[in-house]
């Protein structure tokens, strides 16, 4: 009895549908990884410790009240604004970028948890504003968005800054910005892409031009794209079999553990294999977006809507990208591409999603 | 809580559920257009996608046939093969080409030579073709560079096969050369076809034997399809076809023999030809100056690709087959037999000679200014009597002549199974006619006949062709194709597939007639003017001198006056048979601006009939032949 009553003490907070939902990426994750990195087999033990943390860190998450989390939003922010301009004047240079953050016992990425401060951040100032948003309230979370947005893509991390931009515009547009606004602000960035055309890096720029036509740079940018779509093409429909993917084994795929895991994944279980992914995550979003939709306070529910988003962006962007449909950006495919960073940060953003699920009628007062 | 939100609470809750509903559909609609582009991948365009997943994992890798072995009669090796490690560069995959050698220089010797001849091949080739800039490394060499080989990216340490010719120059005209493929050796192989079979084959034989058996030596090149990994590595073996290893060439050719014949050209130059007269296979034949043919192994470099170019002394002309010399004298035993053969002439019968011949108030000019008195036809071969076949040529006439000496082999081509031979000259009205463009030019004049009729004038003929019209002589008149492979031989079994001789016309001439030349050439080796160069010979041998009058400098040849003196020479000619009651070796030699055939020609016929005979070689040239009166011509 007092085993079981234990047990459920633990469990309380766990959202059960997400849990299960989450599981079956898992499985689908560990299971292309080991494919995946066949050359490298204790990726496959790492992914593993990489999961318990996660999901310890997504336990914890679970259990602070999303009032104490509105509370550390602030704190939170500014932290990550600090050590944004800290990796900007001190941050190691690795692969050309400066994106990580020297700390005495080791280094962090402070634009990993930019993902989760800003709508944190965003949510709290609209819940404080909450009836009264108007143009003013619009523009503060405007600034309170693209100042750490453009710190990240000077580092430059196309990627991250496109997550981070995604989750506080999902925010802003799901505290009501007013559409003709939102198709105002479309027209001018259309008119302002030449000039955001000559920000970017060359390299970004090169990556653009690769999509449109891989062909034409087929052993250098364009190789990733072709490669990968190869292997997607070749999987057909039900897929050339676990472990038996040539472009996997024989390595024409690149980064086949971390954002192209699902070139993998797509060779190796073709079409219906695809199906089955994009539902699992429909599923996830549609499971994120009901709680954000029943969430008691606006401060959640702009929450909650903007951690499902994200992962969705982080969905689409990847498959997109795997498939040639986008540009290459550093974005991994969720809770399936290796690598621990990510994993904690999507998993700490469920652990939230479960905690505004389970408090969400303890807040009539 | 604070109870001015909650009154807003229901109809915020409502704005916010519709902008999730919003948000919801755009998902969806992103998640459509995956699907489409999964479905379209993987299932509307799986087929293309399915291709090059292959074409990307399967590599076609030829497996090279082993070159043919080429070993003369005796089973002695004139051409193998040898397995050696070459650097070689793909200059196509490579940014900085000097960069590049430098560095490859920094861990391994690249002498200068290597260098000027990777430059020359670089500028015959096309940019992703492999070109050894190193090869013969040793293993120390190999195990540096293959160490460091990631590091100059482009490089590669390959294990190839060479071609290795163990006697060097002797023999280099019959064995000729390998050479790398060029753009005009791709044509012509794509034009026979054999396109598929040179995949990954890089050599071909340029000249000799190495060039006309190209097809037998190549062999028949195996494929095996390899999985291969995204560095271009093999992973495994998906299937295999062994190739076929080309065919040895087993010879006709004594290289012993030839050995002794070119020494015994000394420095000079010329060409000889030694057939087998009962089957026109070839035992010897020499093209001197000679080259070593293992220079173009590797790539010749510039250096001594030029030294062979642009000597005088033409050292890549094979004379025995397009070199074009008068006959001189050596053609009287022709002249003699179609005067018996056509009724002009009888043995007994003789011609006054006093020196001299007097046709239309022209003097010709016997080379004894005495004279031989009265000549007969035995005699008139044995001392080599001009005004003798003067007469004769004037009484038999142009066409008479060419029609008779057609069916020996002269100024045709003998169809020999190595390329380059030129045709020569068989002079007649009819070829006046066709050679000149005037009518005054193409007219024949009946003095021309004069001239022709001791081997001058226009004839002009190679040396193989006299070495077969001797050789017709030799063999009664019954001749075969001159050929130089005898079998070609399976390299994995061993079974041979012999070469038949292929007879030619027969000559229509008496046995009779026959037998008269043979004594007069005798007369010729063991009284006549080749007496000196058979003194002692063991066997008896029959034989004819002759000396080419060397008219004018050939246009192509360079004036140089420390020479020009010794180019204006006459030729020496000789040409012999032995035994000479029944022949086993029939020769004809050629000795450029030698002066008298009897001095320079003969004693290598000598030393090469000694040898052959009785296997014996005379380390002493034999003695020359006395320079006396009628020893001459």
């Known amino acids: 009895m007092v085993i079981r009553g234990l047990a459920e003490r633990f469990t309380a907070k766990i959202d059960g549908p997400l849990f299960v939902i989450v599981c079956a990426l898992l499985l689908l994750g560990i299971l292309t990884l080991y494919s995946a990195s066949f050359e490298q087999p204790g990726r496959i033990a790492a992914q593993g410790l990489n999961i318990v943390i996660a999901l310890a860190v997504m336990w914890l998450a679970a259990q602070v009240h999303p009032l104490a989390l509105m509370r550390y939003a602030v704190p939170a922010f500014l932290l990550v604004l600090l050590m944004l301009a800290g990796v900007a004047l ?14 005495g016992f080791g280094s962090i990425q402070p634009s990993e948890l930019a993902k989760i401060a800003i709508p944190l951040m965003l949510a709290r100032y609209f819940h404080l504003h909450e009836g009264a948003l108007g143009f003013r309230e619009y523009a503060v979370a405007a600034v309170l968005l693209a100042v750490p947005t453009l710190l990240i893509a000077r580092q430059p991390d196309l990627g991250t800054a496109l997550l981070v931009a995604a989750a506080g515009f999902y925010v802003i547009f799901l505290a009501g910005l007013s559409w003709k606004f939102m198709a105002g602000m479309f027209a001018a960035g259309l008119a302002s892409l030449p000039v955001l055309w000559g920000v970017l890096h060359s390299y970004q720029r ?31 429909a ?8 040539t472009q996997t084994h024989l390595e024409f795929i690149p980064e086949r553990a971390t954002d192209f895991i699902f070139a993998v994944y797509s060779e190796e279980f ?4 695809n199906v089955l992914l994009l539902l699992l995550y429909l599923a996830l979003i549609a499971r994120g977006l009901t709680i954000a939709a029943n969430a008691p306070t606006f401060f959640a529910r702009l929450l909650a809507g903007s951690i499902t988003l994200t992962f969705f962006t982080y969905t689409f962007v990847n498959m997109g990208m795997a498939s040639g449909l986008l540009p290459v950006v550093g974005v991994p495919l969720p809770l399936i591409s290796y690598g621990g960073t990510a994993m904690v940060t999507l998993f700490f953003g ?16 | 809580m604070k109870f001015v939100e909650l009154r807003n609470t229901r109809q915020e809750l409502y704005h916010f559920q519709f902008r999730v509903s919003v948000a919801g559909i755009a998902v969806l609609a992103a998640f459509a257009i995956l699907f489409s582009r999964f479905f379209y991948l993987q299932v509307w365009q799986h087929d293309y996608y399915n291709t090059r997943a292959e074409d990307n994992r399967i590599s076609i890798v030829p497996i090279l046939p082993g070159r043919g072995i080429i070993h003369d009669r005796n ?18 995959k490579i940014a900085d080409l000097d960069a590049t050698i430098g560095q490859l220089a920094a861990i391994v010797d690249i002498p200068p030579k290597d260098r000027r001849r990777f430059q020359r091949m670089l500028e015959e080739s096309k940019s992703l073709d492999s070109l050894p800039i190193r090869t013969r490394l040793t293993d120390e060499e190999v195990a540096i560079v293959a160490v460091n080989r990631f590091r100059i990216p482009g490089v590669e340490v390959k294990a190839r096969m060479f071609r290795q010719y163990p006697f060097g120059e002797v023999a280099s005209h019959v064995v000729g050369y390998l050479g790398r493929i060029t753009d005009k050796d791709i044509e012509l192989i794509r034009e026979a076809d054999l396109a598929a079979n040179y995949r990954g084959t890089d050599h071909v034989g340029k000249t000799g034997l190495e060039q006309s058996y190209e097809r037998e030596l190549h062999g028949t090149t195996g494929f095996e399809q390899v999985e291969i990994d995204s560095g271009g590595r093999g992973v495994r073996t998906l299937s295999h076809s062994a190739p076929t290893a080309g065919k040895n060439l087993g010879l006709t050719l004594d290289i012993r023999l030839q050995e002794i014949a070119e020494r015994a050209f000394g420095a000079n130059r010329g060409a000889l030809i030694a057939l087998e007269p009962s089957t026109g296979g070839v035992l010897a034949l020499v093209s001197k100056p000679g080259f070593d043919p293992n220079l173009f192994v590797d790539g010749i470099d510039p250096a001594n690709w030029d030294a062979l170019n642009d000597s005088a002394d033409l050292p890549l002309n094979n004379r025995a087959l397009a070199g074009l010399y008068p006959p001189g004298s050596t053609f009287k035993p022709y002249m003699a037999l179609a005067a018996l053969e056509l009724g002009k002439r009888t043995p007994s019968q003789t011609t006054f000679d006093p020196g001299y011949f007097m046709f239309g108030g022209t003097r010709f000019r016997d080379f004894k200014a005495s004279g031989h008195g009265y000549v007969d036809m035995v005699k008139s071969i044995v001392v080599s009597c001009d005004t003798y076949y003067y007469s004769l040529a004037n009484d038999l006439g142009i066409d008479n002549i060419a029609h008779f000496m057609g069916q020996f082999g002269f100024g045709a081509r003998a169809g020999i199974d ?24 193409q007219k024949w004049y009946p003095g021309e006949t004069i001239s022709v009729g001791i081997g001058q004038g226009y004839n002009a003929y190679t040396p193989l062709q006299l070495a077969q019209a001797v050789a017709a002589l030799a063999n009664n008149g019954v001749m075969y194709r001159p050929h130089i492979v005898s079998y070609t031989e399976d390299a994995k079994t ?9 007879p030619l016309t027969p000559l229509a001439v008496k046995p009779r007639n026959l037998e008269l030349i043979r004594t007069a050439m005798i007369g010729v080796n063991r009284e006549g003017t080749a007496a000196g160069a058979f003194a002692r010979a063991k066997y008896v041998s029959a034989g004819k001198t002759g000396t080419a009058q060397v008219v004018a400098l050939k246009q192509n040849e360079k004036y140089d006056a420390s020479r020009v003196g010794e180019r204006l020479r006459d030729h020496a000619l000789f040409i012999a048979y032995a035994p000479a009651n029944d022949p086993t070796i029939a020769l004809a030699v050629v000795v450029e601006n030698a002066g008298f055939g009897a001095r320079a020609a003969a004693p290598i016929a000598r030393q090469v009939f000694d040898f052959y005979l009785l296997g014996q070689h005379a380390d002493r040239p034999p003695e020359a032949a006395p320079v006396e009166d009628g020893d001459g011509d």
């Open chain 1, 90 to 103: 001190f941050g190691d240079v690795r692969n050309g970028a400066r994106r990580w953050l020297p700390l």
């Open chain 2, 418 to 441: 190595i390329e380059g031979e030129a045709t020569g000259v068989l002079p007649s009205a009819e070829w006046k006619m066709r050679r000149f463009r005037t009518p005054e030019q």
């Open chain 2, 75 to 92: 089973g002695v090796v004139l051409a193998r093969n040898f397995s050696a490690y070459t650097i070689e560069i793909t200059p196509g």
């Open chain 1, 350 to 365: 469920i652990g939230m999603l479960m905690s505004i699920r389970h408090h969400r009628t303890l807040v009539q007062t």
């Open chain 1, 270 to 273: 073709g079409l219906i294999g």
């Open chain 1, 238 to 245: 039900v897929g050339k079999g676990w472990l038996k993917g």
């Open chain 1, 206 to 236: 090169r990556r653009f031009l690769t999509l449109l036509d891989p062909s034409q740079d087929p052993l250098g940018a364009g190789y990733h794209i072709i490669q990968a779509t190869i292997a997607v093409g070749s999987g057909g």
């Open chain 2, 494 to 502: 061993g079974e041979r597939t012999l070469v038949e001789p292929q």
